[in-house]
């Protein structure tokens, strides 16, 4: 009896050279929204196989994706899950120069602080994010900072800003509640920190 034969299926994957069905299966690109079918032979061997466009490209072995683009875009989505903005710097989680060093150096150059905390020329705080995120991104970090995340991290800066100063200056805390010879707490604590040399660093050692 000849054995069996099988149609030859050419899969989403430009330059599938067309595998029996079955034992090669397709699946579904794993790319959110995206139903095309692929071998996974496909992905492994053309998608991701190295030259001078796509070098270092590394497959999953538990999914695949029809096009270069959607399996980088996913691991993109997945490097940057697992950084944060103390282990994003361009050169990989030793690299010092992160997200966080480049906005506290921004927030502590010349009056940059105050141009955030008081926008002048109809510019809101998140206009001024949005600048200090192009700033930051322009160096190179690995995961893409914007105008609201950068205003909700300013926000975590002025907290340690406060257990800072709390801990330096006044360690019961009666003279940060009262606030003396400042108008508000973020005065005291802007004139103490930002604009006194090595705050960033000991705001940086802070776990918080």
């Known amino acids: 009896m000849p054995a069996p034969t099988h149609a030859m299926r050419k899969c989403a994957v430009r330059g ?7 034992p090669c299966i397709m699946e579904e690109c794993a790319f ?20 001078a466009k796509n ?6 072995e538990d999914m695949s994706f029809c096009t270069a683009a959607h399996h980088d875009m996913y691991a993109k989505r997945i490097r940057e899950d697992n950084l944060s903005w103390t282990n994003d710097g361009a050169n990989g989680g030793e ?15 010349g009056e940059n602080y105050h141009t955030f905390r008081s926008p002048t020329g109809g510019r809101t705080k998140i206009d ?49 509640q009262q606030n003396e010879g400042f108008d ?8 103490e920190m930002f604009f006194s040399n090595g705050v960033c660093s000991h705001t940086l050692s802070l776990s918080c």
């Open 55 to 60: 070098k270092g490209r590394v497959a999953f």
């Open 128 to 176: 001024i994010s949005s600048e200090i995120a192009a700033y930051i991104n322009s160096k190179g970090v690995k995961v893409t900072r914007t105008g609201e995340t950068v205003q909700a991290k300013i926000g975590w800066v002025q907290g340690c800003m406060r257990e800072t100063y709390d801990f330096t200056v006044s360690p019961t805390g009666e003279g940060i």
């Open 184 to 191: 508000s707490l973020e005065e005291k604590v802007s004139h």
């Open 16 to 22: 599938c050279p067309r595998f029996p069905d079955p």
């Open 95 to 109: 690299d010092p120069f992160t997200s966080q060093y480049f906005l506290i150096k921004w927030l502590s150059t």
């Open 32 to 51: 959110a929204e995206c139903n095309k079918q692929v071998h996974h032979q496909c992905y492994t061997n053309v998608v991701c196989k190295s030259t």
